[in-house]
């Protein structure tokens, strides 16, 4: 077959989206089906659930809700779910999985679209959960995502406000941080030092030509030891940081390396030089280097290269009656929260269970969010979400 696609990148643009051409073929023939034997109107009722998350995650940050609100404008259904940046595990403690949101409408208004949907919330729910993660191990350090060059460009965007949503404190590409309604941040690349030649005359151009708005943090090791070029730059210009980034083939112990460095560093009266670190790091080598006086962190692929959630959407009720699969359980579910220890309950009932845990009322935790293909909630600020994910981690009693 001759590639019929003629675009410069191997990326689908909005429309594509939008018109379901990214879908998997078998829901357009199961449209084709349903229109020739006169079922496009049988109503439904479709909930999306996790089975089980990634590696050891016994949580998830759910991500990705604004994009499918988007997607879904215009279509004649009703949409009931979770807000964006709920923290959920994948099922309650007696093992029911979680209906994080459930549609409600004809089968065919939405069909077409059910793979791109679960295309934005799976990804985006794993970048936004690694970064969670990282945010745990980080505590209260600065962390800057650093990974849009190890995923596809067309999703840098996404990867971006998933990353900040998740708890990043910043990001690193343009487009991302206009996104996000905030400035871009960054340090400085090898490449920078390579072409000016020596490491200190790179940091002193570096300052000359930056603006008073850009934090003066620099490579400390691109050639000689990073905690002479520390302090080398930190007697050159007035210094925000250093940055290491030091290669795993010269690491030896980073923590030790990240002690040695401060410690130069406050021997010489230059203590208020922050000590930025980047390279492969992740939820598991983060804390030593907290412990060993970091103080941020550019986070890369561990964040950009999150493992996907694997979220499922199916029917569980058709005009009005339950109805499921083999696996999953049939009828319209009500799901709850404790709003003390934020426990999960799903019940079958609208009404409100006492938590296990606090012996408590929960609360509704699902909220209508499109009626008839109309949002009902305004769009919500990155910045919520944010706030929404970090208020619920201080909270939780998390692994
Ligand atoms: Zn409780």
């Known amino acids: 077959m001759t590639p019929i696609i003629n675009r410069k990148f191997f990326i689908a643009n909005e429309e594509d989206i939008l018109q379901g051409r990214t879908t998997d073929i078998y829901f357009k023939r199961t449209l084709e089906v349903l229109k020739a034997k006169g079922l496009m109107d049988v109503q439904i009722a479709a909930e999306l659930t996790v089975s089980g998350l990634p590696r050891d995650w016994t949580w998830g940050v759910y991500c990705g809700l604004e994009e499918v609100l988007r997607l879904f404008e215009g279509k004649d259904i009703d ?30 208004h939405f069909c077409l679209l059910e793979s791109p949907m679960l295309g934005m919330l ?10 969670s993660r990282c945010r745990k191990a980080a505590g209260d350090l600065p962390m800057i995502a650093f990974g849009v060059r ?4 067309a999703i840098a965007p996404m990867l971006d406000r998933s990353s900040y949503i998740g708890g990043c404190d910043g990001v690193s590409s343009i487009l991302g941080s206009e996104l996000l309604g905030r400035e871009a941040d960054g340090t400085m690349p090898h490449a920078l030092i390579l072409i000016i030649g020596q ?9 000359e030509v930056m603006g008073p708005e850009v934090p003066r943090i620099v490579l400390a090791d691109t050639y000689s030891d990073e905690k002479v070029e520390a302090l080398a730059a930190a007697e050159t210009i007035d210094l925000y940081g250093v940055r290491l980034d030091t290669p795993s083939s010269r690491r030896g ?6 002690r040695e460095v401060r410690w130069e560093l ?11 670190l980047s390279g492969g790091l992740d939820e598991t080598t983060i804390p030593p280097l907290v412990q060993a006086g970091a103080s941020g962190f550019g986070i890369g692929s561990s964040i950009s290269s999150a493992p996907s959630i694997d979220f499922a ?7 009005g009656v339950p109805i499921a699969k ?18 999960f309950e799903v019940s079958l009932t609208k009404q409100i269970p006492i938590c296990r845990n606090c012996n408590i009322e929960m609360i509704n935790a699902e909220v209508k969010l499109m009626e008839r293909g109309k949002r009902i909630v305004r769009a919500e600020t990155p910045d919520a979400i944010r706030d929404r994910v970090l208020t619920q981690l201080s909270k939780m009693v998390v692994e």
């Open 326 to 343: 083999k696996g999953k359980y049939g009828g319209r579910k009500y799901l709850y929260r404790c709003p003390n220890c934020l426990d």
């Open 199 to 207: 490491s200190v005359d790179a940091f002193r151009a570096f300052d």
């Open 150 to 153: 190890r995923a596809h460009p």
């Open 313 to 319: 959407l199916d029917i569980v009720e058709k005009e």
């Open 79 to 108: 949409i009931w779910g979770l807000p964006e940046g709920t923290i959920f595990p994948s099922r309650t403690q007696s093992g029911i999985r979680l209906p994080l949101m459930v549609i409600e409408g004809a089968y065919s």
């Open 266 to 276: 406050d021997l010489h009266g230059h203590k208020d030089v922050n000590i930025i």
């Open 253 to 258: 112990s980073f923590p030790d390396i990240v």
């Open 122 to 131: 799976s990804h985006s729910s794993g970048v936004a959960t690694m970064a």
